[in-house]
């Protein structure tokens, strides 16, 4: 499995992104999806995930502010990220677990939130 994540850049605070993931490679075993970011001098840390049913999960610091969806059918997973802050600016990395567990990470997109 394959990760290329696009669509990040300069933003000022308060305006909007939407991060995208294209899957290539065994995406049939592909189970749950991610996103993660890391700040500098911070852990990489969880932002949002996605099952194959659909079901979603976020971090408190981004629940309500950022909204994760995956279209099977373009083997993509998304981020829209709304109100961005400061705070946000990261590298953002997406991830896919696969049925056999196995972890695969894309190369990060850089979000700069600053004005």
């Known amino acids: 499995v394959q990760l290329q994540a696009s669509g990040g850049g300069l933003v000022q605070p308060g305006g909007s992104l939407r991060l995208s993931c294209a899957a290539s490679g065994y995406i049939f075993r592909i189970d749950n999806m991610g996103w993660y970011r890391q700040a500098p001098g911070k852990e990489r840390e969880l932002v949002a995930t996605i099952t194959k049913r659909g079901f979603t999960n976020y971090a408190a610091t981004v629940r309500g502010q950022f909204t994760i969806s995956r279209d099977s059918a373009k083997n993509t997973l998304y981020l829209q990220m709304n109100s961005l802050k400061p705070e946000d600016t990261a590298v953002y990395y997406c991830?896919?677990?696969?049925?056999?567990?196995?972890?695969?990470w894309g190369k990060g997109t850089q979000v700069t939130v600053s004005s």
């Open positions: 991830n896919a677990v696969d049925s056999r567990y196995v972890t695969y």
